[in-house]
């Protein structure tokens, strides 16, 4: 089975652009969850889609958004970039919605704001 | 509040060396589950294990073990005779499961480097 991928893998974008991210998950994986990682906050969590529908949130702006599509595939947005949003941005795919799922991550999208 | 502490920013050993990372989470749930992922220079993230709260029982497999302590609010990971490959960082992750709210969010902690020289 193809594991969880994401495009792009790199992405150089200036202060004020947006930026859409992709995420196709696992085959039969429903539920899809997105992190951002940097080295001064670490793993954060974004958001999760479940079902088309975003079943929880983490704490940020608004300008961070997404939507999961019928196929389960997910796209996550960033507008008015800021140089703080440079990151590795995580997808995660699992089969279904609890805390018992066991997420499986994709290789990342690395995102450099000048 | 940093609900998953994972002391340890760096440990450096020798290959064939054991090596013991320690993680302790904070949770007033009942029931939760607990994870370990290894991230290698890479960058994806490998889950290695789940636990859930109703089970103590330690795990082995292969070179690696996890110790469970309730009491203790721990979930350690040991690497038994550490190959160069070993070399990444590791993170330990709490997903809560009382309530919907927080379901789907991993919680990580601030990972673990490893590194294994020959």
């Known amino acids: 089975k193809a594991g969880v991928t994401q495009t792009p893998r790199y992405l150089i974008k200036t202060r004020g652009q947006q930026v859409t991210l992709s995420c196709s998950p696992i085959?039969?994986?429903?539920?899809v969850s997105w992190y951002q990682q940097t080295p001064g906050q670490g793993l954060q969590f974004l958001f999760e889609?479940?079902?088309?529908?975003?079943?929880n949130k983490g704490n940020f702006p608004g300008r961070f958004s997404g939507r999961q599509f019928s196929n389960s595939r997910s796209e996550m947005n960033v507008s008015t970039l800021e140089l703080g949003d440079s990151a590795l941005y995580l997808c995660?795919?699992?089969?279904?919605?609890?805390?018992?799922?066991?997420?499986?991550f994709g290789p990342g999208t690395r995102l450099l704001v000048l | 509040a940093q609900k998953v502490t994972q002391a340890q920013t760096e440990i450096s050993v020798v290959e064939k060396e054991d090596v013991t990372l320690d993680c302790v989470y904070e949770?007033?749930?009942?029931?939760?589950?607990l994870f370990w992922y290894k991230q290698p220079p890479s960058g994806e993230l490998v889950f290695l294990i789940r636990?859930?709260?109703?089970?103590?029982q330690n795990e082995i497999s292969g070179r690696y073990s996890w110790n469970f302590q309730k009491s203790t609010s721990s979930f350690n990971f040991t690497i038994t005779a550490s190959q160069v490959v070993d070399s990444a960082v590791y993170f330990c992750?709490?997903?809560?499961?009382?309530?919907?709210?927080?379901?789907?969010?991993?919680?990580f902690g601030a990972g673990t480097q490893v590194v294994v020289t020959p």
């Open positions: 992750a709490l997903s809560e499961g009382d309530r919907t709210d927080s379901w789907g969010k991993l919680q």
């Open positions: 995660a795919s699992s089969l279904g919605w609890g805390a018992q799922e066991t997420q499986y």
């Open positions: 949770t007033r749930d009942t029931t939760y589950y």
């Open positions: 636990r859930n709260s109703f089970d103590e």
């Open positions: 889609y479940f079902s088309e529908t975003q079943r």
């Open positions: 085959s039969g994986h429903r539920s």
